[in-house]
Every structure is written in C-alpha cells, then in structure tokens.
C-alpha cells in the first residue's frame, strides 16, 4: 500500500532566512546611504596637516637662507698685459703672503726695465763726472781767491812798514803812495773774488741740482720698469685659501683682467637674504641662530640693506662662538632671525601663504574631527611655524594648516 512522503521544510527555512538576510542588507545600506553625505567634499585627513590653537608665549621668528662669507678677502687681478706662463695654485688651496699664484710672460716688459736700468746707470756716471769737475771749479776758484787774500796780506804788511818809513822820510811819499793804491786795489780784487767763488758755488749747486732731478727721474722710471716687470709674478697679499683661480695657461690678459680671490677662511660671517615681506621687522643687534647644516653658531644682526635686490633684504650676521667643523666660505646655510615675544597671546601653526596683520579663511574642524568648516580669523605677527590670532579661533580650536588651493572654495569639508 503506497503511502504519502512529506515533503522536507530544510530548503523552504533556508528560503525564508535568505531572503530575510537580503532584506536585512538591504535595510542596513539603505540606512548607510541615507547617512553618507554626498554633498561635501571629502578630503583624506592623512594628507592634511592640523594644529591646535594654544595661548602662551609666541617668539617671532624670520627664516632666510644665505651664505658665509670672508670679512677679510682679495680680488686678484692683473696689473700689466701678459700671457699667463704657469699656474702655481688651484682652488682650495692654502697660501701666505707673498706666495706665487701665477706667472705672466711679457717680453717688452722685460726689455724695458732693462733699458730703464741701463739709462739710469748712465745719469748716475755722468752725474758723478760733472759733480766731479765742478767741484775742480771750485777749487779753482777757492785757490784764485786764496791767492788774492795772501797778496792782500802782503800788501798790507809793506803798507805799514812804508808808512813807518814815509813819516821819517826815509821813502819817498811816491812809494808810499803806490803801496796804498795796491792795497786798495787788491782789496777790491778780493772782493771780485769773493764774489765769483759764491757764484761758482751756487752755479755748481744749480747744475748738479738740474742732474740729480733727472738722475731721480731715471730712477722712478726705472721703479716704474721694475714694478711693472715684477707684475708678471702675481702673488698673494695676505694668508688665506684659494677660493678661485680663473686663468689658464697660455691666456692673454690685459690689466684688470680678473685673476682670482683669496679669503681668510675662519674669519667669516653670515649673509642671509630674507624676503622683503619679512624684512619689515629686522634690526640689528636682534639674535640669530645660523645652521650650516653641519652644527649650528648663534650671532646677532649687524647689518640690514636699506634696499631690496630681486624680492630680498640682505642682512649681515656677525657669527659668536667657534664655528661648526667644515665652516668655510661660500657655504650654504639657512639662519632664523628672532625678532621678539609675544606672551600671553593666542597663536596655532602658520597656515599656506599668509602674511602678518592679514584677514584670512582657514578650516576649523569640529569637535568630533569629521567635519571642517571654512572661518574668516585675524592674523597679528607671523613667525617662521607660527602665527598670532587676534581673533576669530579660541584655545583648543583645530584648524588645517596646509595648503587648500584644490578646495578653498568649499564652505565645508569632510575628513574621512
């Protein structure tokens, strides 16, 4: 007898609880959607950076980049036209005083401080020949009027003794009368004499006067011949390194043709180039720390351009202290420049672009951080990493710091 098989409900439960688990999922993402907002931009908040409004003490600070330089350096350069014979020194090497950097050749040169020496040599003999022969004129001269005075003399003598004579008339008067007239004749040769030994003197002083001045022309000429041919070695004029030697052999260079520099490599200081937006503030005497990238040296401003050379402020540092290892001219380094406090005072991380004493937007993120909305604040000092709020945020807000070029036109975001 054949009897009815009932049917398994297994596959009708596993109907039923499928469709109830697609019903659940449906209901579940219905739900999501309608809580996902798809309106608002959403922003991955790992490519942001966010910073926390903090009330305290605020330094202000100005970051530039720069360069060491020598306070003590010398520009080489030629002094006569030659063709550079040798190099003696390279870049980075260490010199003294009076050391060869390079060699010029230039034969002129050469023939004619030789000609100039020749030339000179020569006034000199002749100025001691002639000095020779006048002084044998004054000699002369010095002789006649020796002679003059001994007859003089003599004169005199037979004078006296005829007058003796005349006055017991032992002589006739005519005798005695001669001997006065010789007398007097011999004193007015005397006097001619006399008179002719200075003029030799002052004529001899005169003339070898005249040949001396053009003795000591010769000579400065001859200096002049020297110095020119001592030229063609160019050496140092002062210790130091070599920063560069911009010459090479066989070159001809004219004078003033640049040769080279040399610098007293520990005795430098900073030049930093601050962006003349942030330059307003600077003055000297205010604190800086310069990092060569190998240790950082503090140091104070000594100098600030009054002008501004392509966007920049050139300010002077004078460095305090030993220098990091490594230290030498030309090396690049980056300083902050510390231009004052501010305490008690609200400031957050210095967003993109701004500028001090500037209205500006940025985005404060709510409270459960998934949302952020774009403010107006007030900015006072800006600082390197920082910058003052006068108004707009308060302790505890968080704002995003970063760059928001790809956004800024949304009135609101979303972090996911």
Request: glycine share 8%.
């Amino acid at each position: 007898m054949d009897r009815t098989r009932e049917k398994s409900r297994a596959p009708r439960i596993k109907r039923y609880l499928l469709i109830g688990a697609i019903s659940i999922g449906l209901i579940a993402g219905g739900v999501t959607l309608a809580n996902i907002d798809f309106r608002t931009r959403r922003i991955d908040h790992r490519a942001l950076s966010i910073d926390t409004v903090r009330r305290g003490t605020m330094e202000v600070t100005v970051s530039a980049n720069g360069q060491l330089l020598p306070k003590t350096f010398e520009e080489i350069a030629a002094q006569v036209t030659g063709r550079v014979a040798r190099k003696a020194v390279k870049a980075g090497d260490i010199v003294k005083t009076g050391q060869l950097l390079a060699e010029l050749t230039n034969p002129q040169l050469i023939a004619s401080a030789e000609e100039a020496r020749s030339a000179w040599e020569e006034a000199v003999a002749q100025l001691r020949a002639y000095d020779s022969e006048l002084q044998t004129n004054v000699l002369n001269q010095e002789a006649a009027f020796n002679q003059v005075e001994f007859d003089l003399e003599r004169a005199k003598v037979q004078l006296e003794a005829e007058a003796r004579l005349e006055g017991q008339h032992i002589i006739p008067a005519v005798n005695y009368k001669r001997s006065q007239l010789n007398v007097a004749q011999l004193v007015k040769t005397r006097e001619i004499e006399a008179n002719r030994l200075q003029t030799v003197r002052n004529n001899v002083k005169v003339q070898l006067d005249a040949k001396r001045s053009h003795v000591d022309q010769l000579a400065r000429a001859l200096e002049r011949a020297q110095t020119q041919a001592g030229n063609l070695k160019i050496v140092a004029g002062m210790d130091g390194i070599v920063q560069s030697i911009g010459i090479d052999v066989g070159q001809q260079l004219l004078p003033g043709s640049p040769i080279g520099r040399i610098a007293q490599q520990h005795d430098l200081y900073a030049e930093l180039r601050v962006p003349a937006r942030e330059a307003t503030e600077v003055q000297t005497g205010e604190n800086v720390i310069v990092d060569t990238r190998r240790g950082t040296v503090k140091g104070s401003v000594t100098r600030v351009d009054p002008g501004v050379t392509d966007g920049t402020v050139i300010v002077d540092v004078r460095l305090q202290g030993e220098l990091p290892a490594g230290s030498r001219p030309q090396l690049q380094i980056e300083g902050i420049i510390y231009i004052s406090e501010s305490r008690n005072t609200l400031f957050v991380g210095k967003p993109a672009y701004v500028r001090s004493n500037a209205a500006i937007s940025v985005y404060k993120l709510e409270p459960s951080g998934r949302y952020a909305d774009r403010v107006g604040i007030r900015i006072g000092k800006v600082s390197v990493n920082e910058v003052q709020v006068l108004d707009g945020l308060a302790p505890g807000d968080r704002i995003i710091t970063s760059e928001i070029g790809e956004w800024q036109d949304q009135e609101r975001i979303l972090l996911n």
